[in-house]
Nanobody
């Protein structure tokens, strides 16, 4: 059974940085894109960033220039470096793994992590 284990969330002041990690069991991340979604209270879950097996990346507009997604295939791990954090980045962040899509959604999650809370204070 595939497991995605996230770490790195927490409380940070606006302008600060956090790095999220998502470690996958087995080799699922070696053959599939990985991504980070987030869900704020009262809002829909949205794709924040995604990365293909060959490290092509995608970012939602609101995080471009501030967040960086990367992967270490040898460690079956995907990272999300978040800089210049804003209060509106506050959400539960979920790691996801699944196939690339071409219908505008970019990634179809087959597996989800448990979520990690990121809180940015003003």
């Amino acid at each position: 059974q595939v497991q995605l284990v996230e770490s790195g969330g927490g409380l940070v002041q606006a302008g600060g940085s956090l790095r999220l990690s998502c470690a996958a069991s087995g080799s699922i991340l070696r053959v599939n894109p990985g991504g980070w979604f987030r869900q704020a209270p009262g809002k829909q879950r949205e794709l924040v960033a995604a990365i293909t097996v060959v490290s092509n990346t995608h970012y939602t507009d609101s995080v471009k220039g501030r967040f960086t997604i990367s992967r270490d295939n040898a460690k079956n791990t995907v990272y999300l470096q978040m800089n210049s954090l804003k209060p509106e980045d506050t959400a539960v962040y979920y790691c996801a793994v699944g196939p690339r899509t071409y219908d505008g959604t970019w990634l179809r999650p087959d597996y989800w992590g448990q979520g990690t809370q990121v809180t940015v204070s003003s």
